[in-house]
C-alpha cells in the first residue's frame, strides 16, 4: 500500500506540474493576442481574467495528454534514477504492476479531460463569444454571413441567430417529396425556440408548388417541428465550431448539420476516444521506468518516449482529419491511433521487463 501511494504521488505531482507550466504557457501566449484589444476596449484587467477564465477548459483540454506524458517521463525517470524501481522489483513486484499502480493518476487526468471538453467548454465557449461581439466596437464588427444545415427533412437557410441559440433571423425553409422535387418553401423573419422543444414561426409565407400551381398563404404564427436545439444551432453558428458528443449525436439522428454524416460520426466517437491519449501517453512514458541510466539507456528511452508522444499526437490529428472527410472508417481514425501506440508501448515494455 506504501508502495502504490508513493508511485502514485510520484507521478501524480510530476503530471500535475506539468500540466500547470504548460497550461501556464498557453494561456500566456494566447492571452498576447487579445489583451490589447480587450484593453482597446476599457475593460481593464477585470477583462483579462474573464477572457481567460472562459478560454481556460478549452487550454485544459489541449494540454492534458500532453502534460500525462511529460510527468511521467519526469516520474518514471526519477523512480529509475533513485532506485526505487529496482527495490521494487526486489520485493517481487513486477514493471507492469507498478505502471499499473500509476493507472489511477491517467484515469483521473481523462476524468478531468472529458468533463471540460464535453460538459464545461460547450457552456464557456458561447458566453465568451456574445461578451467578445457585444464589446467589440461597432465599426470593426463582423456581420456574420447566412449559413445553410439541415434539420430533419428540412434545408434551412438562416441569417443568423442569437447567442442562446433560442432565435433564427430571416427564415428559409425548404421541403421535398421523396423523389427530391420542391413541394414547399417557408420564409419567416424569425423564428423562437419552444421551451418544450420545436420552433415558432413568426409571420412565415408558405409557398406550396403542386405541379404548375403555386400557392401563396400568409399567417402570422407556425408551428415547426423540429428536432433542432438551441444548442445545435449555437455550434452551427459560432466561428469555429467544436461538436459535442451531444450535438454530434443529435446531428446523426436527423438533428442541426451542415457537415457530411463521417465527420458527425467520427467527432462522437473523438469525444470518448480523446481523453484515452492521455492513457496512452502514459504508457509510452513507462518504458523509460526501466531504463539503466548509468549506461546512457535512459536518455535514449527518454527521447523515444517523448517522441513516440509527439508523434502519437501528429498520426492521431491526421486519421481523424481523415475521417471526417470520409476517407476513413470513423472507428478506424478514432482509435487506430491509441490502438497502435499503446500496442507498441507494451511491446516496448514487454521487451525490457523481459
Not at 549506461?295 to 517522441?307: I, K, R, Y
Request: glycine share 10%; hydrophobic share 50%.
Amino acid at each position: 500500500m506504501k508502495i502504490q501511494l508513493y508511485v502514485l504521488r510520484t507521478v501524480g505531482t510530476r503530471v500535475l506540474g506539468a500540466a500547470l507550466i504548460l497550461f501556464s504557457i498557453l494561456q500566456i501566449l494566447d492571452l498576447l493576442e487579445v489583451t490589447t484589444d480587450i484593453l482597446d476596449r476599457g475593460l481593464g484587467t477585470a477583462g483579462v481574467l474573464y477572457y481567460a477564465a472562459l478560454r481556460s477548459p478549452r487550454l485544459i483540454e489541449q494540454v492534458a495528454p500532453i502534460a500525462t506524458l511529460a510527468g511521467g517521463l519526469f516520474a518514471f525517470s526519477q523512480l529509475a534514477r533513485e532506485s526505487a524501481i529496482i527495490a521494487m522489483r526486489a520485493t517481487g513486484i513486477s514493471a507492469y504492476r507498478i505502471v499499473a499502480m500509476a493507472l489511477p493518476v491517467a484515469i483521473l487526468v481523462m476524468a478531468f479531460d472529458f468533463s471540460c471538453a464535453q460538459l464545461i467548454a460547450p457552456r464557456t465557449d458561447p458566453v465568451l463569444a456574445d461578451w467578445w461581439q457585444a464589446t467589440t466596437p461597432v465599426a470593426d464588427r463582423k456581420v456574420p454571413g447566412p449559413r445553410s444545415f439541415r434539420a430533419g427533412d428540412d434545408l434551412v437557410i438562416a441569417a443568423g441567430a442569437s447567442a442562446d441559440g433560442r432565435t433564427l433571423n430571416a427564415v428559409k425553409l425548404y421541403r421535398r417529396d421523396k423523389v427530391g422535387r420542391l413541394i414547399e418553401r417557408i420564409e419567416a423573419p424569425s423564428a423562437t425556440y419552444a421551451r418544450d422543444g420545436g420552433w415558432t414561426l413568426v409571420n412565415p409565407v408558405i409557398v406550396r408548388f403542386k405541379g404548375e400551381q403555386v400557392t401563396v398563404t400568409p399567417a402570422a404564427r407556425m408551428s415547426w417541428p423540429s428536432p433542432l436545439h438551441r444548442q445545435d444551432v449555437q455550434a452551427l453558428f459560432a466561428d469555429s465550431p467544436v461538436p459535442t458528443a451531444a450535438t454530434a449525436r443529435r446531428a446523426l439522428l436527423s438533428g442541426g448539420g451542415d457537415r457530411p454524416t463521417s465527420f458527425y460520426e467520427t467527432r462522437l466517437l473523438a469525444a470518448f476516444a480523446g481523453p484515452v491519449a492521455s492513457l496512452v501517453m502514459l504508457l509510452l512514458a513507462a518504458p523509460v521506468a526501466l531504463a539503466n541510466f548509468r549506461s546512457g539507456q535512459g536518455a535514449v528511452l527518454l527521447t523515444g518516449g517523448l517522441a513516440a508522444g509527439l508523434v502519437f499526437l501528429v498520426v492521431n490529428g491526421l486519421l481523424s482529419a481523415l475521417g471526417e472527410g470520409g476517407s476513413l472508417s470513423p472507428i478506424l481514425a478514432v482509435w487506430g491511433g491509441p490502438v497502435i501506440f499503446a500496442a507498441l508501448a507494451l511491446y516496448a515494455l514487454v521487451v525490457l521487463e523481459g
